[in-house]
């Protein structure tokens, strides 16, 4: 686990990126073509002023654009002042008073919050299988990469059995 302190000279350690649907508001009806009915995912709220009271926060979805000012909307109408980004070339957002930020850009963050993320922690050799796994491709023996540089402990491939959710070193 990466731990990212606020600094002062990293302006990408002053976000938090959070997804909104799915993480944010739930989906009981599925996506309804776009319309955003459903309510807070249970401690959602709660849990995004403790985070905008100690960083700038920002919305990221891959909603395309003009569902962003209805997202907007949806934060204001639980208490939140949101706005909608408008900056082709924005790269960070350092937060503007209690402001949140809806955007479709990937901004430097301290930390994403997102339903469909896998944390990389630096080896390929368990992030792979384990998005194989998430994408629903582990129905045959899937064969990894050999390591560049092998490990204390490592072989340099594993595979993937059918059923199996673990890979089985080689
Ligand atoms: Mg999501």
Known sequence: ???????????????????????LVEHRNGWQDGRIYGNPIPGALD????????RAVFCVTARHRRYHPDVAA??????????????PDRAYWLGDGDRLLVTNKKL??????????????????????????RIGECHGPVVGPA????????????????????????
């Open 108 to 133: 430097g963050a301290a930390l994403y919050i997102d339903d469909r993320a896998l944390t990389f922690d630096g080896d390929w050799n368990a992030a792979l299988p384990e998005a194989l796994r």
């Open 1 to 23: 686990m990466t731990v990212i302190p606020l600094n002062p000279a990293s302006p990408a350690s002053h976000a938090v990126g959070i997804d909104f649907d799915l993480t």
């Open 147 to 170: 390591d560049p540089v092998p490990a204390a402990g490592r072989l340099g491939l594993w595979r993937i059995d059918p059923g199996q959710h673990a890979p089985t070193r080689l």
């Open 47 to 54: 849990a995004l002023r403790e985070l905008m009271r100690r």
């Open 74 to 87: 949806w934060f204001v109408s639980h208490g939140f002042d949101a706005i909608v980004d408008d900056d």
